[in-house]
């Protein structure tokens, strides 16, 4: 049986909807600048608390997952490809700034998500 894109679209987003565990290292941003042609990962601290949510590790507030968060990032990371910013935040960067295994893999699929937004000139919103 030959898979639909329909089919493969919501598998995916059946997918994006379970729940994972927040990365005590921190989490990520990303976002394309098109004029630069680079795709661009800011990385901020966070604390997990005992309820398993990301909190402020400066003010101890919970960081929502949705809508505007005033917080400064660590380090920003820039590349034009997903594996040239996969070698950059993983390989080049110590210690890694990702310490769980499934949110490597997910910044992977995203870096790629965001350079094939870049290079067909589409919009790039992260999952």
Known sequence: MDLMVEDLAA????LSGRHID??????????????AQLIYAKHFTNVIDERGL?????????IPARGKVERTH????????????CVKVFEETQPCPVTQLDHAAYLGRE??????ALVTGQEYIQD
């Open 11 to 14: 598998i995916d987003n059946k």
């Open 22 to 35: 927040l990365d005590p290292g921190g989490y990520f941003i990303i976002y394309l600048d098109k004029e």
């Open 54 to 62: 990301a909190v402020d590790p400066n003010t101890g507030k919970v």
């Open 74 to 85: 660590t380090t920003v990371f820039s590349g034009r490809t997903a594996k040239e910013l």
């Open 111 to 116: 870096f790629v998500r965001a350079e094939v």
